[in-house]
């Protein structure tokens, strides 16, 4: 069973930069790929960015390519997401997923394994 608890969430002002942190645990991780979405009040779950454990492949919505970035910290068994150049569009509730399926996944309903979020806001 694979759990996963975020942190980092908070309020940040526009323009500001925050990381996310989901700390891993459960067994053969390198099977797994692992993602962040967002979730705004309203809208429906958004993929962010996902990275193969086994490798280190990730990849991005176009939506948030080149500003926000996955990474894998595998001696700590963490998956980072650094946001950067926020805006108030970013607000939203962040969620950590995993999934044992060969690819990474757009939809919400591919990924098997959810933490249970952390708040991001962003205000002047």
């Known amino acids: 069973q694979i759990q996963l608890v975020e942190s980092g969430g908070g309020l940040v002002q526009p323009g500001g930069s925050l990381r996310l942190s989901c700390a891993v645990s459960?067994?053969?991780?390198?099977?797994?790929?692992l993602a962040w979405f967002r979730q705004a009040p309203g809208k429906e779950r958004m993929f962010l960015a996902g990275?193969?454990?086994?490798?280190?492949?990730?990849s991005y919505a176009f939506s948030v390519k080149g500003r926000f970035i996955i990474s894998g910290d595998y001696a700590r068994n963490v998956v980072n997401l650094e946001l950067n150049n926020m805006n108030a569009e970013d607000t939203a509730v962040y969620y950590c997923?995993?999934?044992?399926?060969?690819?990474?996944?757009?939809?919400?309903?591919?990924?098997?394994?959810w933490g249970r979020g952390t708040q991001v806001t962003v205000s002047s």
């Open positions: 459960g067994p053969s991780l390198s099977m797994y790929r």
């Open positions: 997923a995993a999934s044992n399926r060969t690819v990474i996944a757009i939809s919400p309903s591919h990924w098997a394994y």
């Open positions: 990275i193969r454990w086994s490798d280190g492949t990730t």
